[in-house]
């Protein structure tokens, strides 16, 4: 009988188990794995231990390393039958602002990190004030570019008609850095994804973005290039 319960008992928590597998996030599947299998090998620690087996340890994490390899492997299925997930923003960060794109909706703001008006959001400013920023940031090609890209997509052309005089169009031609440099975790960011990303993750954020920053779109000719510089330098790396 305390079999029969104890294997009903069994069941019932591996159809649970299952159900919460199933509908659960995978970041939450892997953290609670990784948790689980690092209790389990400390309980397997301690008990060859104790009974002086400590030498089957190391055969032991040899038979493990395989798994811990489908596990990775489960996981980006995992996350990748679930599709992309909403929410999701590139950032683009140079000396005067952190600049933000909503993948959904491809809205533009930023975050103020120098100059007049620092710590406001861009859309917290009025047009001329952000003309007056984009002045103030005369000395720095990437936060010009990102400025003229946040103001042709918010004021369209109405502001190159304004008291800004005309733009010095050269500045979208500079690219996305003066050495032409990139890090990892800024192309990470640039295309709104974990670090874990896989190539077809990279792929797809790249498309979606370039559908609404090209400038065939009416979008950014420097965030462009920086969108497909920082695809070009994760795909070397995954």
Do not use: C
């Not at 159809?15 to 990784?34: C, E, N, Q, S, Y």
């Not at 002045?135 to 918010?154: G, H, I, K, T, W």
């Not at 950014?220 to 994760?234: C, G, R, V, W």
Request: proline share 3%.
């Amino acid at each position: 009988m305390t079999w029969l319960v104890l294997g009903v008992a069994l069941l019932v928590g591996a159809i649970l188990v299952l159900r919460w597998f199933v509908g659960a996030d995978p970041k939450v599947i892997l953290r609670a794995l990784k948790w689980t299998g690092l209790a389990l090998a400390v309980l397997f620690g301690v008990l060859l231990l104790v009974s002086g087996r400590l030498g089957w340890l190391w055969v032991a994490l040899v038979g493990l390393l395989p798994w811990v390899s489908r596990l990775r492997m489960l996981g980006r299925l995992a996350k990748a039958a679930r599709g992309p997930s909403g929410g999701q923003q590139s950032e683009v960060r140079t000396r005067f602002v952190l600049m933000r794109l909503d993948h959904d909706t491809g809205d533009m703001d930023g975050e103020v990190l120098q100059g007049p008006f620092a710590g406001r959001n861009l859309s917290e400013l009025t047009r001329d004030e952000v003309v007056s920023l984009w002045r103030a940031a005369a000395s720095d090609s990437q936060s010009v570019s990102v400025l003229e890209a946040y103001l042709d997509r918010v004021h369209g052309d109405a502001w190159d008609r304004g008291d800004a005089g005309p733009r010095d169009k050269r500045s979208r031609d500079k690219g996305f850095g003066q050495d032409g440099s990139m890090s990892i975790e800024e192309a990470y960011n640039i295309l709104g994804l974990d670090t874990d990303a896989t190539e077809a993750e990279i792929k797809r954020s790249h498309k979606e973005l370039m559908k609404k920053v090209h400038p065939d779109h009416g979008g950014s000719d420097y965030l462009a290039s920086k969108i497909n510089a920082a695809k070009e330098l994760l795909l070397k790396y995954t």
